[in-house]
């Protein structure tokens, strides 16, 4: 099977199963859930599900009794996406090719679509019962402990605050890059590796993917925000730049920026070569995510 194959196959996976979750007619608070559906179904890669997914099958196992795992993933994602949006954050007017959710239902709503979406995520793990009651309890701390104040809200705490600071240098922008992405990326990866069983070995090698993929990811995005096409990446351009954000562009330049980028990947490739010929999406997912558009 080839990249976009698999890609597209397991993305439908999950958006089939997201359709079904949240239904807007069982409740009274329609509104709300039709706001949270807004921005969950509104398109999106479904990267961080995806590669939940395939973390799984790269150890050998049936990744399908796990998709409600990589579900609740995309519904923190989602959620992060939506208070990012705000204008006490970053004030941004599009995602995903479609206004905001502030734009559409008011803040209010937008931000308890967010909230709703964050809590309804752990709920969908905690009610797995055909998993292993201790592997769902360690998936819970790493994902709340990756999703909160230690991670990518302490992350986005430190982008608030470093904005106009262009002084955090290198060290800085790398704790601001890990804990405000790459620790979701990294939460994808360790609770594939806990659901299946993963040996020493290659913990171990899929930590050390797990570091430079979500550096491939977050560089790639800076550049897209200087270099991206409005319309096919479906968010502003630019908005870094209007909110004078610290990134990789910003600080270094477009070039050195995509050096960077280049050797993270070409790391994360090299980290994933010892898991063998069944990690072979792993190393495509990275080479696709320094050329990606969207
Ligand atoms: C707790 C919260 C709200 C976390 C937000 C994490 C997040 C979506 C970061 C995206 O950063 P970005 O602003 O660089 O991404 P984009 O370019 O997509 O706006
Ligand atoms: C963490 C960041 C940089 C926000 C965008 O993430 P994605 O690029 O994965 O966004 P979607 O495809 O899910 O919309």
């Not at 931000?111 to 009651?133: K, N, S, V, W, Y």
């Not at 705490?157 to 922008?173: H, P, V, Y």
């Not at 070039?255 to 980290?271: D, G, L, V």
Request: proline residues 4%.
């Amino acid at each position: 099977m080839n990249f976009k194959t698999y890609m597209n196959e397991k993305r439908m996976m999950v958006d089939t199963r997201l359709a079904e979750l949240l239904q807007t007619d069982v409740t009274p608070f329609g509104p709300l859930y039709e706001a949270m559906n807004y921005s969950l179904m509104a398109g999106g890669k479904r990267i961080r599900p995806v590669l939940m997914l395939s973390v799984l099958e790269a150890l050998g196992k049936n990744a399908a009794p796990y998709l409600d795992i990589a579900c609740a993933m995309e519904c923190v994602h989602s959620y992060s996406l939506i208070h990012d949006d705000l204008p006490a954050m970053d004030d941004d007017a599009l995602r995903r090719g479609k206004p905001t959710n502030h734009v559409v239902f008011g803040e209010g709503i937008a931000i308890l679509a967010g909230d709703g979406l964050l809590t309804f995520a752990f709920e969908l793990m905690a009610r797995q019962r055909h998993i292993d009651p201790d592997k769902i309890r360690q998936c819970l701390y790493t994902f709340a402990h990756a999703a909160g104040p230690a991670g990518m809200v302490g992350g986005q705490a430190f982008d608030l605050q470093s904005e106009g600071n262009k002084d955090i240098g290198l060290d800085g922008l790398r704790l601001l890059h890990r804990s405000k992405t790459g620790v979701i990326f990294k939460a994808a990866i360790d609770m594939a590796a806990i659901l299946g069983d993963a040996e020493p070995s290659q913990r171990q090698a899929l930590d050390t993917y797990a570091l430079n993929m979500g550096l491939t990811f977050q560089i790639t995005d800076d550049i897209l925000d200087i270099a991206g096409d409005e319309a096919i990446l479906g968010k502003p351009v630019g908005s870094d730049v209007k909110n004078n954000k610290a990134t990789y562009v910003t600080i270094f330049s477009l070039e050195e920026a995509r050096n960077m980028a280049q050797k993270a990947a070409a790391a994360a490739i090299a980290a994933a070569e010892p898991l063998g010929e069944k990690a072979w999406f792993l190393r495509e997912l990275v080479s696709y995510m320094l050329v990606r558009t969207m």
